[in-house]
């Protein structure tokens, strides 16, 4: 959803906003439904503040064992100053403050929320996907779930670094 910031003043304004986002980002696929409470405020000329709260209900695979349909929530609040601009080149003006939010500049007094929620959505993902926090991933070595199997190769594999070459031999 675009949101003309022509308009806004230093009232805090406030919006609602729902976005379904999918990606797939190094072979992982997740589609995101997001609820966001946003509020935006004119802070001084040329210059807005938004504050945003967003859940999300995302839906992707393990990484370990390759699941489908893995769900999990995920929240997270964010914090924007946009400036109306050019972005001033790094040098004399640079201030290295740590700021707790994110800065960003733009041509056109317009947000894209699909935008801001993507990113934020992506900041909010765990590390990694998972079934289980136990989930016990495929068998490196023959490759079934140990979710669902168990398998001798770790067994035979720790008898000897060797015994592997075995098994394979048999087959
Ligand atoms: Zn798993
Ligand atoms: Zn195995």
């Given at each position: 959803?675009k949101k003309d910031l022509t308009?806004?003043?230093?009232?805090?304004?406030?919006?609602?906003?729902?976005?379904?986002?999918?990606?797939?980002?190094?072979?992982?696929?997740?589609?995101?439904?997001?609820?966001?409470?946003?509020?935006?405020?004119?802070?001084?000329?040329g210059?807005?503040?938004?504050?945003?709260?967003?859940?999300?209900?995302?839906?992707?695979?393990?990484?370990?064992?390759?699941?489908?349909?893995?769900?999990?929530?995920?929240?997270?609040?964010?914090?924007?100053?946009y400036?109306l601009g050019?972005?001033?080149?790094?040098?004399?003006?640079?201030?290295?403050?740590?700021?707790?939010?994110?800065?960003v500049y733009l041509t056109d007094p317009v947000i894209e929320?699909?935008?801001?929620?993507?990113?934020?959505?992506?900041?909010?993902?765990?590390?990694?996907?998972?079934?289980?926090?136990?989930?016990?991933?495929?068998?490196?070595?023959?490759?079934?779930?140990?979710?669902?199997?168990?398998?001798?190769?770790?067994?035979?594999?720790?008898?000897?670094?060797?015994?592997?070459?075995?098994?394979?031999?048999?087959?």
């Amino acid at each position: 959803m675009k949101k003309d910031l022509t308009g806004i003043t230093a009232k805090e304004y406030t919006f609602n906003t729902e976005e379904d986002i999918c990606f797939s980002d190094e072979g992982v696929e997740l589609c995101a439904k997001i609820v966001a409470k946003c509020a935006i405020h004119l802070q001084k000329k040329g210059v807005y503040k938004l504050f945003g709260d967003l859940k999300a209900k995302v839906t992707g695979s393990c990484e370990r064992c390759g699941k489908q349909q893995v769900h999990f929530d995920v929240a997270r609040r964010f914090n924007y100053q946009y400036i109306l601009g050019e972005e001033p080149s790094l040098g004399s003006e640079h201030e290295c403050r740590v700021e707790d939010y994110d800065r960003v500049y733009l041509t056109d007094p317009v947000i894209e929320s699909s935008d801001v929620l993507s990113e934020q959505l992506v900041l909010a993902l765990p590390g990694q996907i998972l079934c289980d926090d136990n989930c016990k991933g495929l068998c490196p070595l023959c490759g079934i779930n140990q979710n669902l199997e168990s398998c001798v190769c770790k067994e035979t594999h720790k008898g000897s670094p060797f015994a592997i070459l075995n098994t394979l031999q048999k087959n």
